[in-house]
């Protein structure tokens, strides 16, 4: 077993809830890329090699996945909704291109430097953020 499918287990033993063949192979399926994703593409992909998985049953997995810390939803771009497997990555932002969809991932220093001193000066203690700038990409740009 693999190290998140190990950490998903454990987190689905804590709720009462089992580590099923269905769960496996969606969890396989996303860690399988390091490409953001939605749950249709999900559901395709799972499809074309095929398992027989519902839609709905990764739609209702797709809460457990966030809350166990495995996912997180990337983007949010009129109404279209990405998410990306984080288990073992560090923290990026993306940059998400209104036109074309295309996601460019960054990391910032100075952008985490200035988080900590906000909430240093807060006394505030940070449990998620996210950083989404929506924008025209360069070739989007040139058309």
């Known amino acids: 077993m693999s190290e998140p499918e190990k950490q998903f287990a454990d987190f ?4 009462g809830l089992k580590f099923t063949p ?14 953001h994703f ?10 074309k090699g095929g398992e027989r998985i519902s839609l709905a049953t990764i739609y209702r997995l797709v809460p457990l996945l966030i809350e166990s810390g495995m996912i997180r939803q990337a983007t949010r771009c ?8 984080v288990f073992g990555h560090k923290l990026h932002y993306h ?27 807060y ?4 449990i998620d ?15």
């Open 38 to 47: 939605d749950v249709e593409t999900l559901f395709e992909k799972l499809k």
């Open 129 to 143: 953020h996210r950083l989404g700038v929506r924008g025209i990409c360069s070739a989007c740009r040139e058309e």
């Open 12 to 15: 689905l033993r804590s709720k």
């Open 95 to 121: 940059l998400v291109c209104v036109r074309c969809g295309k996601i460019i991932e960054f990391r910032d220093e100075g952008i985490e430097r200035l988080l900590m001193q906000v909430c240093d000066k």
């Open 78 to 85: 009129e109404g279209h909704v990405t998410y990306e497997h």
């Open 22 to 35: 269905e769960r496996r192979e969606i969890l396989r399926k996303i860690f399988a890329t390091h490409e």
């Open 123 to 126: 006394d505030f203690t940070v």
